[in-house]
């Protein structure tokens, strides 16, 4: 998606996060999360930590079952809820990101 934007990324939202393997060997506490997406119809949501600079983000996945692992930007954008929602960004997300250790935790 470089020097493509979408619903859910613009140009320079993406910059903001390290690059795929690039935060692996840190503690959550030293992570930080700079991008989130959700859903609205589910409270589901999405945390981004690294980002390919293409399709591939790595972070914090919030739903029934919480994990750690990839997502991709097309599965985002193809999500639609019961009444054909779409997933959003938080643009009142700050980038200067809150720590993965505090999503976990539930204080984000």
Same mark, same amino acid.
């Given at each position: 998606?470089?020097?493509?934007?979408?619903?859910?990324?613009?140009?320079?939202?993406?910059?903001?996060?390290?690059?795929?393997?690039?935060?692996?060997? &840190? /503690?959550?506490? $030293?992570?930080?999360?700079?991008?989130?997406?959700?859903?609205?119809? !589910?409270?589901?949501?999405?945390?981004? =930590?690294?980002?390919?600079?293409?399709?591939?983000?790595?972070?914090?996945?919030?739903?029934?079952?919480?994990?750690?692992?990839?997502?991709?930007?097309?599965? &985002? /954008?193809?999500? $639609?809820?019961?009444?054909?929602?779409?997933?959003?960004?938080?643009? !009142?997300?700050?980038?200067?990101?809150? =720590?993965?250790?505090?999503?976990?935790?539930?204080?984000?």
């Amino acid at each position: 998606m470089t020097g493509e934007e979408t619903y859910l990324l613009d140009n320079t939202a993406g910059l903001y996060l390290p690059r795929i393997y690039e935060t692996c060997k &840190l /503690e959550p506490k $030293r992570i930080k999360v700079k991008l989130r997406f959700f859903c609205s119809w !589910n409270n589901w949501a999405w945390y981004a =930590t690294e980002y390919d600079r293409g399709n591939k983000f790595f972070g914090y996945i919030k739903k029934e079952f919480n994990d750690i692992g990839y997502f991709s930007l097309k599965e &985002l /954008e193809a999500l $639609r809820g019961p009444k054909g929602e779409k997933v959003q960004r938080d643009t !009142n997300f700050p980038y200067e990101g809150h =720590t993965l250790d505090e999503v976990i935790d539930g204080k984000v």
